[in-house]
């Protein structure tokens, strides 16, 4: 039913009645002060329906909390407030404090204090940890490494494509840097390894990139990325750089793993040739320091034997001028004698000859020791052929004459 229907009377819409108007806005307000002027141990007002306050806090104002109780809470809680300022540093971290966010001190591990929030706020930085950037790869769960080629392919010098895949470790140097200077220096230093890496393997040559020039590459970064970070400030060091993997990409590493076969086996025949060759050098410089020096002693021998012959000639000479006729008999027979000790003919004569000679040629023959100290065993001893000629001779001399004895005696018969 509307208010103002038939046979309501005549009501208004705020609840009056006759020539009733709204409530006067004065006094909602007074009643409101009132009522909060109770709640903290004042007096509340009281409007009756004549519009006058009443002042009889006994009766007629509500009942509130005393001031010391407002006091007393409000102390506990500011002892509360100053206490959340306590705060606790780990080891192996340190306490970056803000004051209305700006930097105001480096703490070290321990119990500190600071203004709490929101004047004062702390970041606990840990500055002991090992952090690792990867590049061309990420490790998930259970050390699952997943590939990343958009990291991970990169343009060599000639014009060809690697896929390196790169660990970067780093730990926080300096807090405030780290938590100030950069909005997040772990992606800033991830970046800029990625860009030293490419810059890197940019200037090389695919195949040195893949065998002999992984540590270089990897000092090299390590350098690049050092000296950026340092230029940056970003409270951070670089502590090492690892190269986890390089290889070409896999849609032609096939092929690329044939020619590391080849290169390996012309590394193989080429280390083989040059074992040979330390091993035939060496030999061959000893044989020819071998033949130089019997060629030298060769020679001094034959320099000793010419001057020791031309002083016996000399010798001889002088012996000659003083008895020829000696000196010439004496050189003939040792002539002869050198002659026919090295002829392995027999020469017999006299009046024999027609009888049967009887000689012992493997007893005549023994060993004889020449000049140089070695073994002749061919010549015959010339002693030994002297007197056997000898009496072979006396025996067929004997022989003959009693043969001739005989014919006699026959023919006077």
Same mark, same amino acid.
């Given at each position: 039913?509307? !208010?103002?229907?038939?046979?309501?009377?005549?009501?208004?819409?705020?609840?009056?009645? $006759?020539?009733?108007?709204?409530?006067?806005l004065?006094?909602?307000?007074?009643?409101?002060?009132?009522?909060?002027?109770?709640?903290?141990?004042?007096?509340?007002?009281?409007?009756?329906?004549?519009?006058?306050?009443?002042?009889?806090? $006994?009766?007629? /104002?509500?009942?509130?909390i005393?001031?010391?109780?407002?006091?007393?809470?409000?102390?506990?809680?500011?002892?509360? !407030?100053? #206490?959340?300022?306590?705060y606790?540093?780990? %080891?192996?971290h340190? $306490?970056?404090?803000?004051?209305?966010?700006?930097?105001?001190?480096t703490?070290?591990?321990?119990?500190?204090?600071?203004?709490p929030?929101?004047?004062?706020?702390?970041?606990?930085?840990?500055?002991?940890?090992?952090?690792?950037?990867?590049?061309?790869?990420?490790?998930?769960?259970?050390?699952?490494?997943?590939?990343?080629?958009?990291?991970?392919?990169?343009?060599?010098?000639?014009?060809?494509?690697?896929?390196?895949?790169?660990?970067?470790?780093?730990?926080?140097?300096?807090?405030?840097?780290?938590?100030?200077?950069?909005?997040?220096?772990?992606?800033?230093?991830?970046?800029?390894?990625?860009?030293?890496?490419?810059?890197?393997? /940019?200037?090389?040559?695919?195949?040195?990139?893949?065998?002999? $020039?992984?540590?270089?590459? #990897?000092q090299?970064?390590?350098?690049?990325?050092?000296?950026?970070?340092?230029?940056?400030q970003?409270?951070?060091?670089?502590?090492?750089?690892?190269?986890?993997d390089?290889?070409?990409?896999?849609?032609?590493?096939?092929?690329?793993?044939?020619?590391?076969?080849?290169? %390996?086996?012309?590394q193989?025949?080429?280390?083989?040739?040059? #074992?040979?060759?330390?091993?035939i050098?060496?030999?061959?410089?000893?044989?020819?320091a071998?033949?130089?020096?019997?060629?030298?002693?060769?020679?001094?021998? #034959?320099?000793?034997?010419?001057?020791?012959?031309?002083?016996?000639?000399?010798?001889?000479?002088?012996?000659?001028?003083?008895?020829?006729?000696?000196?010439?008999?004496?050189?003939?027979?040792?002539?002869?004698?050198?002659?026919?000790?090295?002829?392995?003919?027999?020469?017999?004569?006299?009046?024999?000859?027609?009888?049967?000679?009887?000689?012992?040629?493997?007893?005549m023959?023994?060993p004889?020791?020449? /000049?140089?100290?070695?073994?002749?065993?061919?010549?015959?001893?010339?002693?030994?052929?002297?007197?056997?000629?000898?009496?072979?001779?006396?025996?067929?001399?004997?022989?003959?004459?009693?043969?001739?004895?005989?014919?006699?005696?026959? %023919?006077?018969?």
């Amino acid at each position: 039913m509307s !208010w103002n229907e038939p046979g309501r009377g005549n009501r208004d819409p705020w609840g009056g009645s $006759g020539n009733q108007g709204p409530p006067d806005l004065d006094e909602v307000i007074k009643n409101v002060k009132g009522k909060f002027g109770g709640l903290f141990g004042g007096k509340g007002g009281q409007s009756g329906g004549n519009g006058q306050g009443g002042d009889d806090g $006994g009766s007629g /104002g509500p009942s509130g909390i005393s001031g010391a109780a407002i006091g007393g809470i409000i102390g506990v809680a500011l002892l509360v !407030w100053l #206490a959340s300022g306590i705060y606790i540093v780990d %080891e192996g971290h340190r $306490g970056v404090e803000k004051r209305f966010g700006a930097f105001h001190r480096t703490t070290m591990p321990g119990p500190h204090w600071r203004p709490p929030q929101p004047i004062g706020s702390v970041e606990r930085v840990n500055v002991e940890e090992i952090r690792v950037s990867e590049i061309g790869y990420q490790t998930g769960g259970g050390n699952q490494r997943r590939h990343v080629p958009r990291e991970a392919l990169m343009l060599t010098q000639d014009e060809n494509i690697v896929d390196v895949q790169l660990a970067v470790q780093y730990q926080v140097e300096d807090p405030a840097a780290f938590v100030f200077n950069f909005r997040d220096p772990e992606q800033t230093i991830k970046d800029m390894s990625e860009s030293a890496l490419r810059e890197t393997v /940019g200037k090389r040559r695919m195949d040195f990139v893949l065998t002999e $020039g992984r540590t270089e590459v #990897a000092q090299e970064t390590r350098r690049l990325v050092s000296e950026a970070m340092e230029s940056y400030q970003t409270g951070l060091r670089v502590v090492s750089v690892d190269m986890q993997d390089v290889q070409p990409p896999e849609e032609v590493q096939p092929a690329f793993e044939d020619a590391i076969m080849a290169r %390996e086996d012309e590394q193989r025949k080429i280390n083989q040739a040059n #074992a040979y060759r330390n091993e035939i050098i060496p030999r061959a410089q000893g044989e020819s320091a071998r033949i130089r020096e019997e060629a030298e002693g060769y020679r001094q021998q #034959a320099i000793a034997e010419a001057e020791g012959e031309s002083a016996r000639f000399l010798a001889l000479l002088q012996e000659y001028s003083q008895a020829p006729e000696v000196t010439r008999t004496r050189i003939y027979l040792d002539a002869v004698s050198d002659i026919y000790s090295r002829s392995r003919k027999i020469f017999m004569t006299g009046d024999a000859a027609d009888s049967l000679l009887y000689l012992p040629l493997d007893g005549m023959s023994r060993p004889r020791v020449d /000049g140089d100290g070695q073994r002749d065993t061919g010549r015959l001893d010339p002693d030994i052929l002297d007197r056997r000629l000898s009496t072979s001779q006396s025996g067929a001399q004997d022989g003959g004459a009693r043969s001739r004895g005989d014919l006699r005696s026959r %023919e006077g018969r």
